[in-house]
């Protein structure tokens, strides 16, 4: 008897005692990436193009080619740059820079083209970003409508999120529009 006493007060104590506030969650934290400020580097291709590019990317030329990367070793991303001749074929070009611009249209949430145009260096072109999980989240085309046209598609070595990929594109955007901005075409 006295053992069942002793278990219902030890029941009982317990109820009475552990009713306190209910535990809850933390709230969820924001990542908060701080990208150093952009320093610039000169760069150029002998009788094509210069430009200026952030110091915190390693440029590799492609032999035989007027390929260029931009590699972004700490975010994983490498900004591809592509040069053409124009030789009569402006539209075949400029059609090919959309046509692979809205091959993403398929994956993507929307597609904003946002035109650029630099009349003293004569640099005219589209900036795209294209919002959603694709392989590349900014492309762009500058050309002097003459004899030079370059293209840039900026890709991230990860699984395309957009919704986590979001800064680093928001940091990249600034390098790509700069770019655009000190593009510069070399004479022939």
Known sequence: MLKIRFITFLLFSSILFSCEEDTLPKPSAFLRLEYPEATHNFFQKRGRFSFFYNSNAIV????????????YPSLKATLVLTYSPVKKNLRALLQDAEKLTFKHAIKADDIQAVP??????????????VYGNTATQIQFHATDSVANFITGALYFYARPNYDSLYPAVAHLRKDIIHLMETLVWEKR
């Open 60 to 71: 590799v030329e492609k032999r035989n080619r007027d390929w260029i990367d931009l590699k």
């Open 116 to 129: 650029y145009e630099n009349t003293t260096n004569k640099v005219y072109g589209k900036m795209y970003e």
